[in-house]
């Protein structure tokens, strides 16, 4: 089985040089430090990320990677421009390229994030956690899903959308 987590970037400032350039907040910090312990608790640590090149998404990727612990320092790390304003099929097309990783996860914005979850929802999906993404996901927030279809044959309705979890 297949664990694809959909991490939303951490809260970041209102502003910035660029909008690609905009740092995380001091509680964008906090919240991306809680993902990363949070995920470990759960045993979600991902050996494949895909991370947006925008600057908020690194932060927020190197803050969950200090929580995940030295598992963390093991994932494979691809930081991809293409995923900054990136739709869902962008994302789908960079998930065909992997062969190998089972717990993936994609650190990137929205309203990408939420669409995706909810285009690969499937029926088995627990339909209280699809309307939750349907109405969009907060910073720092992940969606779980589960699929058995390899990377590259992932589609519209081929996962179970799990949970959507926030940090507190």
Known sequence: MNCLLLLRHAKAEPAGPTDHDRPLALRGRRQASAVGAALRADGLVPDRVLCSSALR?????????????????????????????????????????????????????????????????GPA?????????????????????ETDTPWDGLGPAGARLR?????A
Do not use: N
């Open 57 to 121: 998404t690194r932060q927020t990727w190197d803050l969950v990677r200090g929580g995940l612990g030295p598992a963390g320092a093991e994932a494979v790390v691809e930081v991809r421009d293409e995923l900054y304003g990136a739709g869902p099929q962008d994302v789908l097309a960079l998930l065909a390229e992997l062969t190998e990783a089972t717990t993936v996860l994609v650190v990137g914005h929205e309203p990408t994030l939420s669409t995706l979850a909810l285009r690969l929802a």
């Open 125 to 145: 999906s627990a339909p209280e956690v699809v309307d939750r993404v349907r109405h969009g996901v907060p910073t720092a927030s992940w969606s779980l899903l």
């Open 163 to 167: 949970a959507l979890r926030v940090p």
